[in-house]
């Protein structure tokens, strides 16, 4: 299985299969999530899943009747060893490090489940959360019930039955491949407008039974596809700039984006691609600095890589409105100017790509 998934990535590149040392703490902030019960944990895992998870079959030649052999898997991959280490101890994997052949580039840490570990538990407990995986997660539980049925099945007096359960794997590792397709499938009609109406007809809330397990959700997909950020644009005040404080997340589903906005507010914006074989990307976007106040509260003892940005944005919040009534004190507006650019620049080299 793991051999499987080396192979999968780039030749050169050092891969060295270990268990992630227990880190309670990282230099820029991070922290293990202690979550408060079952459904907050299922519900952090599937943001993580929707935004940075891919749910495949593996199919590999095999000395078996069929000729190959079926590989369910659930991987998830990330540059903090923090995020590796919660999902090893809350839900038990294995773990991947692959050193990068540029030094400018992060060590990648990559969680693979399988079914010996508990996929099809994993799968079942974080569907009702999904939204982009959800159907690739449907698949994979009824894929892995039929190879749990298969091993039965060997001998010769079941071969028939054998052989059709592994052409209806085949129909579903075909489908699976389908829907993790990058880029948009030439056998279907991508009408922008048309599209747009019918996800906001088909979009479905999911159902949070608690408070607690909504914001640990946003939370998974913050870390995954999210950016917290301090913009600074020059204007023409006494100290030169304005600075905006946002909360981002990008995905190429525009119905995930809906759900985060019919929950949180926000506003989507579409960004269109130049080539015609890329998805569209929409951009979700919170900057009601009321509203995102009171988000990034609700988020930062969730967050694992985001949560230095969370509490240093929270920060600059209050210093942005405390700034609203000194416009007549000149010298106390200027030195909370002066904090919110060494806050600016300290997320700015947070937010940064690569070491």
Request: with cysteine; net charge positive; charged share 25%.
């Amino acid at each position: 299985m793991m051999n499987t998934t080396i192979n999968n990535h780039k030749a050169g590149e050092e891969q060295t299969r270990k268990t992630v040392p227990t880190t309670p703490e990282s230099k820029n902030g991070e922290k293990l999530i202690i979550f408060k019960d079952e459904e907050s944990k299922w519900a952090w895992l599937a943001g993580l899943v929707d935004s940075e998870g891919y749910i495949g079959l593996d199919k590999v030649e095999a000395p078996t009747n069929y000729g190959y052999c079926f590989l369910p898997r659930l991987v998830i991959d990330s540059t903090s060893r923090l995020i590796i280490e919660t999902l090893k101890r809350n839900f038990d994997a294995y773990i991947t490090e692959r050193k990068p052949k540029c030094l400018r580039h992060k060590t990648a840490f990559y969680y693979t489940l399988t079914p010996r570990k508990g996929l099809r538990t994993v799968l079942t407990n974080i569907l009702n959360y999904l939204i982009v995986k959800k159907e690739q997660s449907k698949l994979m539980i009824k894929s892995i019930d039929i190879l749990a049925n298969n091993k039965h099945l060997r001998s010769s007096t079941h071969k028939q039955k054998y052989l059709n359960n592994c052409i209806e794997l085949n129909e579903i590792y075909l489908k699976i491949k389908s829907l993790n397709h990058r880029g948009i499938s030439k056998s279907i009609s991508h009408n922008q407008d048309e599209e747009i109406v019918l996800l906001k007809k088909e979009t479905k809330l999911i159902n949070f039974t608690s408070n607690n397990s909504k914001w640990v959700w946003l939370a998974g997909l913050v870390d995954g596809d999210g950016c917290v950020c301090l913009g600074k644009n020059k204007v023409s005040r006494k100290s030169g700039y304005v600075f905006c404080p946002s909360l981002t997340i990008w995905n190429t589903n525009r119905a995930l984006l809906l759900e985060v906005q019919k929950t949180f507010g926000g506003k989507i914006y579409i960004h269109y691609r130049k080539n015609p074989n890329w998805k569209t990307i929409f951009d979700y976007q919170l900057y009601q600095r009321e509203a995102l106040r009171y988000a990034l509260t609700n988020l930062v003892s969730y967050l694992v890589i985001k949560r230095t940005q969370a509490k240093l944005l929270i920060e600059a919040l209050n210093l942005l409105k405390s700034n609203r009534y000194l416009r007549t004190e000149k010298e106390k507006y200027l030195v909370n100017c002066r904090k919110l650019n060494e806050i600016y620049l300290r997320m700015k080299e947070l937010n940064k790509r690569g070491v």
